[in-house]
Each structure stands twice: as structure tokens, then as C-alpha cells.
């Protein structure tokens, strides 16, 4: 079976220091693999999306980045961490081959910026 | 712009009663519509799948329908129990382009069943 993994799980960092969240993938191949943000009051927002290695769409602009450098694995990033950063960020996987673009989430990363 | 709507925001039931959420979206072109739970502080957890073609699916005590046309889709939960207390989101799967899992979110519903 397919399972998600996301690191860490919670992390406190004060304003302008550097990010790294990673999401790992097991039991698939070529997912295609998916950023999102959960902040206070504004639901749930795609940030980035990848459909292969070192393909990586960004939907909205902001200070985050993100890659893949191996078919599993999906990074977040960021060098300079500001406040509206904050938030809870899930990773999730969607099977391209199936072609029903159903989603699966990981547990989560909650980023408080301070 | 797709918007998605949850409604109520907020469902307090007593252990045993059937209730229905109600999730709307402005733009029917849409390639499927998924219904997740949260609970707090967690990840999302993938509970149907409708896609466009669909009027329904059902697992066990929850059954979801979609009326694409007039962009609705209800979650149905019958009996409905203490551990179903969650938020519940529903999502829509723009239609189009080479790749899917782009979701636009409702806000949830938060459901408290009481025992």
C-alpha cells in the first residue's frame, strides 16, 4: 500500500531564517506530488505541484520554493522566512496513471514564524 | 474563478441522527469532487471520490451525490456517531490540462456529534 510521510511535523522559526519541509512517498512510482497551505482563516490554497522529477509549477507567487530532486521525494523551501508564512502545509499524491485524480494527504508540517 | 461553498460552517447533532452536508461550486466544469476529513491538528483524509460522470458514491454509513449542472454535491451520513467529529472539506478537480489534484477547497463544515 501507499503511504506519505512528512517532516517534521511541527516547526518553530523566528522571521528570516531558512525552511526545509520534506514529503516522501512509498509504495507508488511517477506520482504526481502536490504542496498545499492550511492558514488560519483562508482554507486550503495549492502552492506547487510537480508531475516529475525536477518539474515543478508554482501557482501562486510567493516566498517559497519548491523541487524534487528524486521521483518520491518533495521539498519546500524557503531562505528567508517572513511572518505570513506561518501555517499548516500538507503534502499529498495523486496517482497519475489511474486518471482519477484522486488525492492523498499527508499528516502535515505546522510552521509558526515568530 | 472556481469558489467552492460549505454550508452549514458549523453542525452540532445528538449519536444516532442522519445528516447532511451541503457543499456548492460556481463553475460545473470540473473533472471530480472529493470529500475529506480533518481532525484537528491532522491531515486530511480521503473519504469519496465523485467524478464528473458520477451522480454518487457510498461507503458505508457516508454516501455523496453530485449534480454537476447545478454545481452541488451533499455528503449524506447516516447514524451518524461521537467519531465522526470532525471537519469535513469538499473539494473540486478543475477540468482540463495534463495533470489533476489542482483542488479549490470549501471552508468545512466542523461536525460535533454529541453522545
Known amino acids: 500500500s501507499q503511504t506519505i510521510h512528512q517532516w517534521p511535523a511541527t516547526l518553530v522559526q523566528p522571521v528570516g531564517s531558512p525552511l526545509s519541509l520534506e514529503c516522501t512517498v512509498e509504495?507508488?512510482?511517477?506520482?504526481?506530488l502536490y504542496w498545499y497551505r492550511q492558514a488560519a482563516g483562508r482554507g486550503l490554497q495549492l502552492l506547487f505541484y510537480?508531475?516529475?522529477?525536477?518539474?515543478i509549477s508554482s501557482e501562486v507567487p510567493q516566498n517559497l520554493s519548491a523541487s524534487r530532486p528524486q521521483d518520491r521525494q518533495f521539498i519546500l523551501s524557503s531562505k528567508k522566512l517572513l511572518l505570513s508564512d506561518s501555517g499548516f502545509y500538507l503534502c499529498?499524491?495523486?496517482?497519475?496513471?489511474?486518471?482519477?485524480?484522486?488525492?492523498?494527504f499527508g499528516e502535515g508540517s505546522r510552521l509558526t514564524v515568530l | 474563478k472556481q469558489e467552492v461553498t460549505q454550508i452549514p460552517a458549523a453542525l452540532s447533532v445528538p449519536e444516532g441522527e442522519n445528516l447532511v452536508l451541503n457543499c456548492s461550486f460556481t463553475?460545473?466544469?470540473?473533472?471530480?469532487l472529493q470529500w475529506f476529513r480533518q481532525d484537528p491538528g491532522k491531515g486530511l483524509t480521503s473519504l469519496l471520490l465523485?467524478?464528473?460522470?458520477?451522480r454518487e458514491q457510498t461507503s458505508g454509513r457516508l454516501n455523496a451525490s453530485l449534480d454537476k449542472s447545478s454545481g452541488r454535491s451533499t455528503l449524506y451520513i447516516a447514524a451518524s456517531q461521537p467519531g465522526d467529529s470532525a471537519t469535513y472539506l469538499c473539494?473540486?478537480?478543475?477540468?482540463?490540462?495534463?495533470?489533476?489534484?489542482?483542488?479549490?477547497f470549501g471552508q468545512g463544515t466542523i461536525l460535533t456529534v454529541h453522545p
Open positions: 473539494a473540486v478537480d478543475r477540468a482540463g490540462g495534463t495533470s489533476y489534484g489542482k483542488l479549490t
Open positions: 509504495g507508488t512510482s511517477n506520482p504526481n
Open positions: 465523485i467524478q464528473s460522470s458520477q
Open positions: 510537480s508531475v516529475g522529477i525536477g518539474q
Open positions: 499529498a499524491w495523486e496517482a497519475g496513471y489511474t486518471n482519477t485524480g484522486e488525492l492523498f
Open positions: 463553475d460545473s466544469a470540473i473533472y471530480n
